[in-house]
């Protein structure tokens, strides 16, 4: 199975870049998932569920360790998410008994701020170490404290995404921009122009999302 997803396996090349099998997939997988959350479809978890293993695989290969180490933490938010989605509390439903959307107070967003530069400080100079650790397991780690970044504001993003916080978007458009930069700087083409459908999909996610959230309120 790994040597079937393997990055070797170019089917199409970009930019001079031959873009693997895993890569295709796990593109079409994620503007899949990422489509229905803009629709706010409780079925952007389960696309979510496949998605988590195919970028564990692939940014494995890719060298990309805090992505990959992120991924079985971010598939049990994935279900938590789900189940929140699914199972609101009294009075946090919605017309079609789902979880409504709501706000982070100006508090909440600057503890939220705050944790995400924190933690991805603290796994930054985390990763620098993995490679003497485990030698025989991981390369040098590339772009350390950049990688960290971005996994800490997915992590972020994907919670209050689960909570069904507006203010997930902001945090998704964090994302993809700094994803754009990581990618590059990794040597991909074809992943920074989908993290650029990515921006705009979390751009009219944000207008959806919005509109739902002044009805429910």
């Avoid at 049990?76 to 789902?98: A, L, M």
């Avoid at 950049?146 to 902001?170: E, G, P, R």
Wanted: aromatic share 16%; with cysteine; charged share 15%.
């Amino acid at each position: 199975m790994t040597e079937l997803f393997s990055i070797e396996n170019v089917i199409f090349s970009i930019g001079g870049q031959g873009v693997s099998l895993i890569e295709a997939i796990s593109v079409v997988s994620g503007l899949t998932c990422v489509y229905l959350a803009t629709r706010a479809k409780v079925a952007n978890f389960w696309v979510g569920y496949i998605y988590n293993v195919l970028l564990f695989i692939l940014f494995y290969q890719k060298g990309l360790y805090s992505s990959m180490l992120v991924q079985p933490v971010s598939f049990v938010i994935n279900f938590f998410g789900h189940y929140r989605w699914t199972h609101p509390k009294s009075g946090e439903e919605n017309s079609k008994k789902q979880l409504k959307i709501t706000l982070l107070t100006n508090k909440q967003r600057v503890y939220f701020v705050v944790q995400l530069l924190v933690l991805a400080a603290v796994w930054g100079f985390a990763l620098t170490g993995l490679d003497d650790l485990f030698p025989s397991i991981f390369r040098e780690a590339k772009r350390p404290f950049l990688d960290a970044f971005v996994t800490m504001a997915i992590l972020t993003a994907q919670y209050l995404s689960a909570q069904k916080k507006l203010d997930c978007w902001a945090a998704w458009l964090t994302v993809n921009i700094t994803n754009i930069t990581l990618y590059l700087l990794a040597g991909m083409v074809f992943l920074p122009m989908v993290s650029a459908g990515y921006t705009i999909l979390a751009f009219f996610g944000f207008r959806m999302w919005r509109k739902q959230w002044r009805q429910n309120n």
